[in-house]
């Protein structure tokens, strides 16, 4: 299993670079919804243990037999080199059945391959524990959008929506005019309608499957950046330019005071 893991990753590695690198082409020519989707498929073949191959090779080819020629000293009788040979074969062959190594190089690549994998999702899973259980207590209720109910949370800096089972939508501790809560709304509403905390997910456990892959982290970023740009198209479709200008200077304002605290933090 170790060994078609390293196979396919090192194969999509190949893929996810090419495609990364044509970044620029693909935004012209596709949407960042269908981004998304590219994305999403090679996490999917990334988490699948199997090698796709012919049923039936269309040529086979069968080696030729190895042969091995022994050379005999001419100073010594034969019949005393072969008894020689033999007792040592059988001499050989009895500290090979006594000697048995602890672990194999397999088995301790392993071991390491599934204790990096198994700490990678660790970290994550205790990290959002502990989010969870720092705003549990802290968050005050304010309505409800299209089934979706909200939240306010002086902990965060920019609005974000938690919960597998339960979703909820939790914003940051500060006044919203009525149009810049309708565009967050909206925007937060397209990801849980598309299940893109699964979709996180997903990266996620792509991540720690290949955790020692860069290649697969970089990929898990740009499809972060793809899954917000699909919103952002979903939120402003066929919607009319005043709109539109809305909604872009809502983000931009979002994104100002995001980085303002951070820069003053």
Known sequence: MISTLLEI??????????????TPAL???YSARGRRLLWLLFAIRLLAPVNISLPHAPVTVTPPERVVVLRTDASLPVAVMTENARREA???????????????????????YFFGAAL??????????????AIRGKTEPLGEFEGLRYFRCPLLDSPIMTGFFRPA???PDREFTDDELNMILRHESVHYRRGDLWYKLIML????????????HLMARRADKDLEYSCDEAVVKNEDMDFRKRYSLAV????RRKTEKGASE
Do not use: D
């Not at 990753?9 to 044509?22: E, G, K, N, P």
């Not at 660790?122 to 959002?128: D, E, F, S």
């Open 252 to 255: 931009l304002n979002a994104m």
């Open 205 to 216: 456990a792509a991540c720690a499957v290949h955790w020692f892959n860069p290649a697969v």
């Open 120 to 133: 990678f999702m660790l970290w994550h899973l205790l990290a959002y524990w502990r989010f969870c259980a």
């Open 90 to 112: 059988a001499a050989g062959e009895a500290n090979s059945a006594n000697y048995a190594p602890l672990f194999t190089l397999e088995q301790a690549l392993g071991a390491i």
């Open 169 to 171: 939508i939790l914003l």
């Open 27 to 29: 935004e012209k020519r």
């Open 9 to 22: 990753s090192v194969s999509m590695t190949v893929v996810i670079i090419v495609a990364l690198c044509l």
